[in-house]
Every structure is written in C-alpha cells, then in structure tokens.
C-alpha cells in the first residue's frame, strides 16, 4: 500500500529540515544529542541519512545506527577524491532527504552544486545498489519510486524507470502536444518540466505508483466548473487535494491529516483554483472531522479501507464565492453499472510533479465497488493526488461521488493494470456529509 500524500518541497522531511547537518568530514552527531531520539536504542536506525526509518532526525538515533553508519563512511571513502571534492558538504537545507538536489550530478537543482553529498554521492558515480531495499523487484527512488532509496542506490530495480528521473510536467503549456523545452518549439519551458510533451506518455508498467502504462492526463481549466471548485490543501507538513462541496465545506482524505509518526497535523488553507501563484479565492481552515476510525494501517482491498476520508470546515464562504461540487451516494443502479464496466468519472489533482497546476484524467472508469464504501478506478493519480476528487455527471450536473486514497498492487480480475488504486467513495460518509449540511 502507498499513500497519495505529497511532501511539500521546502517541507520534505520536516523534522530533519530543522536539525543542524554536520559535515561530511565529521558525521558523528553531537554526544548530547547522539540518542535523544524517542526511537533511541530500539535496535532499528531510524536515521534518514543512514538509510534508516527516518523516524528520527538526523543525529538522535547513534547508538542504533553505529553499522549504518560505518557503512556509510565506507561507500563516501570509496567515491573517487577528485568527485569527493566536488561532491561537497551536506550544508543544503533539503540535504540528507534521500533526494539529490544538485544539477551537476543529475540533481533537481534545488540545491547549490557542492551542497547535498550524501544524496548525490550514488548519482555522482553512476548509481550502486546500496539501498537495503535494492534487488526486490521495486524502484524505491524518489521520483521515480517509492522514495525510501536514496537517489541512485537502488540501480537494477530503477532501470525502467531512470529516464523519468528529477522530470515534471511542472511547465504551464504541459501536455499540449508540443515539446517547449530549452531547444524545441518556443523554449518556453524550463529543461525538463514538459516530460509528456517531449518524451512522450508511455511509461513502463513496472511504474506503479501511476500510469498504467500511459498518461492520459491533462492540465485542465481551473475557471471552469467543476475545476474551479478543486484547490490545493496546505497542511503543516504537506499538501493535498481537495474540492469544495459546500459553502465553507471541504472533501479530503483522511491520512492527509496524519502528519509525521500519526500525529495529527494542523490544516492551514484552501486554496480554490490553484493555478501557479493565483487561485480563485482561499480561505483558512478552521474545523476538521476525521473518520474515526481511520488508522495508518490498511486492509487488504475491499477488506475494510472506507475510512479515509475527512470534511474540513472553512472561515468564510468560498464555495458561494467560485461554486461547489456537491456530494452523490452511488445507488443500485450505479453498482450495477460499475460491475457492467459502464461506469465512467473524471478526477483532477495537484500531482506531486504538476506542482501548483491541476491536472486531470477525463473519462476513466471505476472497475470494482467494495462494500466497505471503496472502490478501485483506472483514473491516473499519484503523490499529490490525495483527497482528490473523483466525479460523475448526473442529469446535466457534476457531483463527487469519492475522494482519493491510496494504491496496492494489481488486484484481480484486472491483471494488466500496474497498480490498483483505491478511492473512498461517499458511501463510507454519507452520514458525515449529512451532519455537514452538504447531502440532501
């Protein structure tokens, strides 16, 4: 199971972000802090630059992470000196989050060149297969995985997969058709933000976070309804989708409410027609119910996954203000619809690599409705996509009939798709939505 939450870029790994990285020459953490960790002496390193868990911040998790980190003086001293030298120190504020971030390794680009060593040291000889999670059949970089790999350390599992690596469709005039990159067409994107216009929508299916095989996202109208009533959700600790179904009520999922270790994080804003820096309007949150008996834990699908979902209150009416998509409970004859594969949605969401742009995926197809309120769809969401909303027309009108939650592996009868990802359809909180004022 993974999550569709996505880590805001200034806030990956927030507690990490707040301790003071040490320099490569001298990794060992300050002695006061050395074990400071809740998860301390738990026989586990919880460490994120060792590879750990990445429980616990960068220095507090010593004595559990002494082999990770022997280990790790071991592959630095093995990197070549002349690459040693340009690899630099750690001193970058998103160093140590398993990402590398300088452009003169392969990088995103977000950090100096000479500032994030440890997360580019793979990249920077070509890529190894350090990670503990190497060799088992699945990518766990980031970007192009499940990112529990630092970039470059899981090289056979990420094969397929290397050439989308640090890529997005961040660009404004993404999935148009015509590559915008630096040297094709009009030059009017940055290098590497137009990736389905210049190479292509195929993606190998051993890509399973997303795509089955194909992207068949667009970036669509945020002035136009139903888009306009879907915004970015800002949380303390990251970001997700959400769509407005009342006048000052919001729909999300609920594990973007769960911030680090399942503690409960704090939602900022809304913000309805996200569109770059503009939006339609934005309001703050003020009130929040979550499902209540949502875990971190997830069931097999079917097997009891209709609890992630959320309804956050709003200190103004913003839904008056840009329109709302109101809520629909599937009936009879929509299950019988579903199990006749008849049943189309169209979905929207800010995707980890659309950034502040919404894409969607127009007409894809609900396959299996669970009776635990879930169902799982073909519809092309990723890291981002959380909370996103799925909808249906019903005579002439758009209603929300899910949100996003989560994807599993390929579940039967539905062997060729990649991933099977599951939403939390109404059924599951048709009640909530009713004490909300939002379900007739």
């Known amino acids: 199971m993974r999550r569709h939450l996505r880590p805001l870029p200034t806030l990956a790994l927030p507690i990490l972000a707040l301790v003071a990285i040490a320099a490569l020459s001298s990794p060992q953490p300050a002695l006061a802090q050395a074990n400071s960790c809740q998860w301390a002496n738990d026989n586990e390193c919880d460490e994120a630059r060792y590879a750990g868990t990445g429980a616990c911040p960068n220095g507090t998790d010593a004595n559990d992470c002494r082999a990770e980190a022997a280990a790790w003086q071991r592959l630095m001293a093995a990197v070549p000196a002349e690459i040693r030298t340009q690899l630099g120190s750690d001193t970058c504020r998103w160093a140590n989050d398993l990402e590398c ?26 890529g190894d297969n350090s990670c503990r999670w190497a060799n088992d059949n699945e990518c766990d970089e980031p970007g192009i995985g499940t990112g529990v790999c630092t970039s470059g350390t899981d090289l056979n599992d990420c094969r397929a997969t290397a050439f989308l690596r640090n890529r997005t469709n961040r660009c404004a005039t993404a999935f148009n058709g015509i590559c915008e990159e630096p040297g094709s067409g009009r030059g009017s994107c940055r290098a590497n933000t137009d990736t389905a216009d210049c190479i292509g929508r195929q993606r190998p299916v051993v890509a399973r976070d997303h795509f089955f095989g194909h992207d068949d996202r667009e970036l669509v109208d945020v002035t136009q309804m139903p888009w306009r009533a879907v915004g970015l959700l800002t949380l303390a600790d990251g970001a997700c989708t959400g769509i407005l179904i009342g006048p000052r009520v919001v729909a999300t999922a609920a594990h ?11 939602a900022l804003s809304f913000r309805a027609g996200a569109n770059g820096d503009t939006d339609l309007g934005s309001a703050s949150i003020i009130g929040s119910v979550v499902a209540p008996d949502y875990t971190e834990g997830s069931a097999p699908p079917g097997g009891g996954n209709g609890n992630d979902w959320a309804i956050l209150t709003l200190d103004r009416d913003l839904g ?13 004859d929509d299950l019988s619809e ?31 409705a669970y009776g635990d309120g879930s169902f799982i769809h073909t519809c092309d969401t990723t890291q981002g ?32 798709m990649s991933s099977s990802h599951l939403a939390v359809d109404t059924r599951a909180f048709a009640e909530a939505l009713r004490q909300a004022g939002v379900l007739d």
Request: hydrophobic share 35%; charged share 20%; glycine share 14%.
């Open 320 to 332: 008056t203000q840009v329109g709302f998509v109101r809520p629909y409970v599937l009936a009879k």
């Open 256 to 266: 973007c409410m769960r911030g680090e270790g399942g503690q409960a994080s704090k």
């Open 338 to 368: 579903i199990r006749g594969g008849r049943f189309l949605v169209s979905q929207a969401g800010y995707s980890w690599d659309t950034g502040s742009h919404l894409s969607g995926h127009l007409d894809c197809q609900v396959l299996t």
């Open 101 to 126: 971030d300088d452009r003169n390794f392969g990088g995103t680009g977000a950090c100096e060149p000479g500032t994030d060593a440890s997360d580019c040291r793979a990249l920077a000889i070509g």
């Open 385 to 416: 996509d959380s909370g996103s909303p799925i909808m249906t027309l019903r005579n002439g009108e758009w209603r929300l009939i899910a949100v996003d939650s989560q994807f599993f592996a390929a579940q039967p009868p539905f062997p060729q």
